[in-house]
């Protein structure tokens, strides 16, 4: 009953890293249509290998998967194999990271990768229909002048890209470090998103909200460490981009039993369900809203309200937020 609900519920997804569903069939596909060698034999292999203790382990893995995307085709084949999946998990929108650093960093052109994820995301609006913003993340583990030097890039193509985030290691990389970068996305017309508390600190939401100025914070789920911070989410309605599967595989909470986003859920915190990085972590949206309702009981109201969250927290216009609630 409940899986059927899960299932029927429209759904939109508001933190999802697109090298973060690649999955193993893919990537072998792509390695060998671009001759690139990978440490594995075969796709089994490759997700046994995907055991983490805890974020940096993931990255490490994470970072050299994406080496196979190399074309322009290459992203496009990856975003439109996710956006295949959001029909299947009815997904009615969907806004998506990219990390461009992790490529241009190997020598691809950032137009390479933008046109070819933005190719598809314009192919899904018309024939699955699905709608979607993009988000360019920067790799807080880089210093703030390579930021400074992706936003330059970014400045071309910013009729496609809604807002900037700040993803990879977040301890010890806090959200000062990148202070004066997202002073000028602001200035230039983008949004700005960062992942803050995850494995960091509530402090670290804090900065986020004070000196990057975010719109939501993804992840966020430390912020019950400060309780001021906890009442200031709730007053301001700032959402959190929660994803329930990716904190059990990197051991932010032990169990889904102990996961808190159905407590803060019931305390009127805007918190709501994604996938982050779904070929690592196991399972896209739907498997995380059904791995939180099998965890954890809640009614069918307490269920849509992720997705009434989700569509609040959305960057679509005002008119369409309307007519989707
Ligand atoms: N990049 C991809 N997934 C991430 C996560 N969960 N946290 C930080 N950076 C990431
Ligand atoms: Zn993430």
Not at 228 to 235: D, K, M
Request: proline share 3%; with cysteine.
């Amino acid at each position: 009953m409940i899986k059927k609900f899960i299932q029927g519920l429209p759904k939109v997804e508001l933190h999802l890293h697109i090298e973060g569903s690649l999955e193993p069939e893919l990537m072998f596909k792509l390695a060998q249509r671009n001759n690139i060698n990978i440490p594995f034999n075969d796709p089994n292999e490759v997700a046994k290998a995907y055991e983490f203790e805890n974020l940096q382990s993931f990255l490490d893995i994470y970072y050299q998967g994406a080496n196979v995307l190399i074309h322009e085709q290459d992203f496009f084949d990856l975003t439109w194999a996710y956006l295949l999946r959001c029909k299947q998990d009815n997904v009615i929108h969907t806004e998506i990271f990219f990390d461009p650093q992790t490529h241009t960093a190997r020598g691809i052109q950032f137009s390479t990768i933008i046109n070819g994820i933005d190719r598809a995301l314009k192919q899904a609006e018309q024939e699955l229909n699905i709608t979607s913003n993009l988000i360019m993340s920067f790799l807080r583990h880089l210093d703030e002048d390579a930021a400074f030097e992706t936003l330059a890039q970014a400045l071309q193509h910013k009729d496609k890209i809604i807002a900037v985030g700040l993803d990879s290691s977040e301890q010890g990389n806090p959200p000062n470090k990148f202070q004066y970068v997202f002073q000028q996305a602001l200035k230039e017309g983008f949004l700005t998103v960062a992942h803050a508390g995850e494995e960091g600190p509530a402090s670290y939401i804090t900065e986020a909200l004070n000196l990057l100025k975010v719109s939501r914070i993804d992840h966020g789920v430390r912020c019950v460490d400060d309780l001021e911070l906890l009442e200031h989410l709730i007053t301001h309605k700032i959402a959190l981009t929660v994803c329930p599967l990716s904190n059990i595989k990197l051991r932010v909470f032990e169990h889904m039993e102990q996961h808190n986003i159905v407590s803060l859920l019931r305390k009127n915190v805007c918190v709501t369900i994604n996938s982050d990085d779904p070929a690592y972590f196991g399972g896209y949206i739907t498997n995380n809203f059904l791995a939180v309702a099998q965890a954890q009981e809640m009614n069918l109201d307490e269920i849509a309200q992720f997705t009434y969250n989700a569509i609040n927290a959305s960057f679509i216009n005002h008119d369409e937020k309307i007519r989707l609630t």
